[in-house]
């Protein structure tokens, strides 16, 4: 659950005798020519000690000046920038961010920044450093509404699991089986769901927990 989606790819040529170039039109970018923004391949966030680990993956084309870290709290505010590490051209980084309050839910993404000025986003990724020892999750926002995707936030990282979304009835809406997802968090798309009173089922090892959700 931690890998993007590929860059729709556009072609552009002038003519027949041209080479065709392949131009990733997520990078975002303020003019085509110069090299291109870094992809970001995979970004994940999860509980190490008594802090939140970041670890984000790239494909580096070139020119990066650096990566800055920004943090807010869930749905709450801007986002701060809280760190910045300078560009190595190595395909893999990481921040420590120890400056986190218990069961406060934190949503993080990384600003790739290019020497020339221009930058891309990337998703947002959200962690908890939790108080409770045992397994459990948060589901983010709740109430929610049928156009937006729900998070189950955890208190650690996820292994194997069974994640089900069950109507008032009993009826299973959704059912997606995890296995040894890196990161912290499951996104989890409301496309199709009625407005309604519904129950999340997480099936772990030998505990299953469940929790309301409110659909408007």
């Not at 910045?84 to 069961?103: Q, W």
């Not at 934190?106 to 990724?125: F, I």
């Amino acid at each position: 659950f931690d890998s993007f989606s590929e860059a729709v790819a556009g072609l552009r040529w002038s003519g027949p005798d041209v080479v065709k170039q392949v131009i990733p039109t997520n990078a975002l970018f303020a003019e085509a020519s110069g090299p291109l923004p870094v992809n970001f391949l995979s970004f994940q966030v999860k509980p190490q000690g008594n802090a939140l680990q970041l670890n984000w993956k790239v494909e580096d084309l070139g020119n990066v000046k650096d990566y800055t870290v920004e943090r807010r709290e869930m749905r709450s505010g801007q986002f701060e920038a809280i760190a910045t590490l300078p560009g190595t051209g190595s395909s893999t980084y990481a921040y420590t961010d120890r400056s986190v309050a218990k069961n406060t839910v934190y949503e993080y993404r990384v600003k790739q920044t290019d020497l020339d000025g221009r930058y891309r986003l990337s998703p947002a990724k959200t962690g908890m450093l939790s108080s409770q020892q045992g397994f459990d999750f948060v589901i983010i926002p709740n109430p929610t509404d049928v156009s937006r995707l729900v998070q189950l936030v955890f208190t650690k990282e996820i292994e194997s699991a069974m994640v089900q979304l069950i109507t008032g009835n009993g009826q299973i809406r959704v059912s997606r089986a995890l296995q040894a997802s890196s990161g912290q968090s499951l996104e989890l798309s409301l496309e199709g769901i009625p407005a309604g009173t519904y129950y999340i089922k997480v099936i772990h090892k030998e505990k299953t927990i469940t929790r309301k959700l409110l659909v408007q």
